[in-house]
């Protein structure tokens, strides 16, 4: 039985919450796509823990974590982020990297810096850990395969092979130092010393472990929007984030994917450039800010500020289809509480003509937001863990947000917390 875990909007929908709380009963956690650009937050009896490459599972000693073949495997971050954990007490994780996935160098991180400074006042808003540079390059079938660090000549080849290239960029784009072969073979090796413990033929091992009834979590990252496909292109990242990639990214038939909870926020946020309807400016949007998530809206990996706005139901609409979800999870909800009325965006106008269906990116440029103003509820709803004991209005803000965007909300979080969570049959 396979479950994904996924996200609705821009990320930061709260994923790693709804991770962390359901991975108590799987076996085992894949992270199936992205790299340590985005961060997951976590709240547990050990702590508050900002993760970037670890699976959310690592908190539970009953679970496997894996690292799928579709990750940006950023080697030095992996270690780090064990290392990070073990020390604050918790119980060494249990943890398998694919021998398929493929590794960011550390050119990687310098030329999406350098293609950010080239790009000055046009850049994408990079986090630079060299996520974009890294796909492209295993597309390019450039990159450097885990199962590779294990053959000595072919690194000490493909070293000198890969470094001719870049050196050609390096040179004459850039203007930046050029990448040593011997240099780059000894990060190799480095990564080899530290991966070695953990790799695994994933897909195989996944084989067998639904043969044997085990429920396995799939885990994304970031958001529908952010979608390389069916995102706000080119403002994206550069690995599938919905779940129907679940199975390439972790080698499993796509058909066992059988539940997508798809994460929505009760308001919104972003990182990065783009078109963002909803979003919200000035002392409005600062009060929303700080009072945000587990600490404030400000960015797990980079700590700069989110963009926010208010709910939008034409993209969770349509991030929720694009998902497949079979559940919505619904989360930071109790945030909401102060606020004596709250908008929702119920549409788009774009060229003077309302819409509720998502646009491609050259006309949500255009989109200006219609919003629906519904009274707010005014009290604390941390602690409620019954769906009829919320206050009438936030029942209300929940199901005409279910209503507007056509999928089931199953799950309420009201908190950063593990239990902080009220279920609900559809
Ligand atoms: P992810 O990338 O989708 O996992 O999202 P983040 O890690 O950015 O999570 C959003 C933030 O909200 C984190 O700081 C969480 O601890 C916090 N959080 C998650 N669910 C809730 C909730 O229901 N209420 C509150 N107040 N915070 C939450």
Not at 338 to 350: A, K
Not at 357 to 382: D, H, N, Q, S, Y
């Amino acid at each position: 039985m396979v479950k994904a875990v996924v996200g609705a909007n821009w990320g930061d929908e709260g994923k790693g919450k709804i991770t962390d709380m359901l991975g108590k009963e799987a076996d085992i956690i894949v992270r199936f796509q992205g790299g340590a650009n985005a961060g997951h937050t976590i709240v547990n009896n050990y702590g508050k823990f900002a993760l970037h490459t670890l699976p959310s599972g690592v908190f539970y000693d009953h679970t496997t974590s894996i690292i799928g073949n579709g990750v940006a495997l950023d080697v030095p971050v992996l270690f780090k982020e064990i290392q990070s954990i073990v020390e604050r007490g918790v119980p060494s994780p249990k943890i398998l990297v694919s021998d398929r996935a493929q590794m960011v160098m550390s050119y990687h991180k310098n030329f999406d810096a350098y293609e950010e400074e080239r790009l000055g006042g046009k850049a994408f808003g990079s986090t630079k850990s060299g996520i974009a540079p890294f796909y492209s390059d295993k597309y390019a079938k450039i990159g450097f395969q885990v199962s590779e660090l294990f053959d000595d000549g072919l690194l000490r080849e493909k070293a000198v092979r890969v470094a001719e290239q870049k050196n050609v960029l390096l040179e004459h784009l850039y203007h930046k130092p050029l990448i040593d072969p011997e240099e780059l073979y000894q990060e190799l090796i480095g990564y080899r010393e530290m991966v070695s413990p953990y790799v695994c033929d994933v897909s195989l091992y996944l084989h067998n472990a639904l043969k044997e009834g085990k429920h396995i979590l799939l885990e994304g990252q970031l958001g529908s929007l952010k979608d390389p496909d069916h995102g706000i292109y080119p403002m994206v990242t550069s690995s599938s984030t919905l779940a129907a990639y679940g199975a390439i990214g972790a080698g499993i038939p796509p058909y066992e994917i059988k539940q997508i909870i798809t994460v929505c926020k009760a308001y919104s946020s972003a990182v990065g450039s783009g078109a963002f309807v909803s979003e919200i400016f000035g002392d409005e949007a600062e009060e929303l800010r700080k009072r945000g998530g587990d600490g404030g809206e400000y960015g797990a990996t980079t700590g700069r500020p989110r963009r926010v706005g208010w709910f939008d139901c034409v993209a969770s609409k349509y991030g929720c289809r694009m998902q497949g979800a079979t559940d919505v999870a619904f989360t930071v909800l109790d945030v909401l509480g102060y606020l004596d009325e709250i908008p929702v965006c119920v549409g788009y106008e774009i060229d003077g003509e309302v819409t509720t269906e998502f646009p491609v990116t050259r006309l949500l440029e255009k989109a200006k937001p219609v919003f629906k103003v519904l009274p707010g509820w005014k009290t604390e709803i941390r602690g409620i863990r019954e769906y009829e004991k919320l206050p009438e209005n936030c029942r209300r803000y929940i199901e005409f947000i279910e209503e507007q965007i056509g999928y089931p909300v199953t799950m309420i979080s009201n908190g950063p917390g593990r239990d902080e969570i009220i279920y609900r049959s559809r």
